[in-house]
T-cell receptor, first 112, second 114 residues
Framework: KNEVEQSPQNLTAQEGEFITINCSYS?????LHWLQQHPGGGIVSLFM???GKKKHGRLIATINIQEKHSSLHITASHPRDSAVYIC??????????????FGTGTRLKVLA | NAGVTQTPKFQVLKTGQSMTLQCAQD?????MYWYRQDPGMGLRLIYY???????DKGEVPNGYNVSRLNKREFSLRLESAAPSQTSVYFC?????????????FGDGTRLSIL
């Protein structure tokens, strides 16, 4: 079982719909990162959070540390939101250094 | 404002050839990373450099070497390329590995090994 699981793997929505992408993890973390990978392949950071909720424009990210779960919400979705959304957690190694563990991504397609 | 720049963007190699992927960042970040991305799998860390002068192995270091040339540049070398190393390679940087600042990624290098 992967240490970071995302659901759904694929999602198709109509323009204007409210979208939720979920991320569950099984390790202790110090932070969680949401990334967006464009169809061309570039990766952009959306949010990094360790507690509570963050909002940027139409995007909202929440995290529940006790439940080891995070959600990324997109309000009023638009075709330009079509991308792969990746969840990554920052976890501490036994050596004291840090590592990132990445989910396999959720492929979102928003239809006009 | 370039951010993280990777070269080349595409490369085709024959089995056994060597090559170096270049990465440079202009954000004065201390930490740099090399990842590979394969279909159906999350990004996997190959090597990282927490700060200038240090490098450490990630999850999948076999077949690769790295050099942290200076604070800006972090290169990844394939000494004898194998088909299993066909992948998309991403370089990333962050202020510190444990800081609250996120990683910034380059646009990737698509590498095919025949």
């Amino acid at each position: 079982k992967n240490e970071v699981e995302q659901s759904p793997q694929n999602l198709t929505a109509q323009e204007g719909e409210f979208i939720t992408i979920n991320c569950s993890y099984s390790v202790g973390i110090s932070a969680l990162h949401w990334l967006q990978q464009h169809p061309g392949g570039g990766i952009v950071s959306l949010f990094m959070l360790s507690s509570g909720k963050k909002k940027h424009g139409r995007l909202i990210a929440t995290i529940n540390i006790q439940e080891k779960h995070s959600s990324l919400h997109i309000t009023a979705s638009h075709p330009r939101d079509s991308a792969v959304y990746i969840c990554a957690v920052r976890s501490r190694r036994t050596s004291g250094t840090y590592k990132y563990i990445f989910g396999t991504g959720t492929r979102l397609k928003v239809l006009a | 404002n370039a951010g993280v720049t990777q070269t080349p963007k595409f490369q085709v190699l024959k089995t056994g050839q060597s090559m170096t992927l270049q990465c440079a960042q202009d954000m004065n970040h201390n930490s740099m990373y090399w990842y590979r991305q394969d279909p159906g799998m999350g990004l996997r860390l190959i090597y990282y450099s927490a700060s200038e002068g240090t490098t450490d192995k990630g999850e999948v270091p076999n077949g690769y070497n790295v050099s942290r040339l200076n604070k800006r540049e972090f290169s990844l070398r394939l000494e004898s390329a194998a088909p299993s190393q066909t992948s998309v390679y991403f370089c990333a940087s962050s202020e510190w590995p444990a800081g609250i600042q996120p990683q910034h990624f380059g646009d990737g290098t698509r590498l095919s090994i025949l």
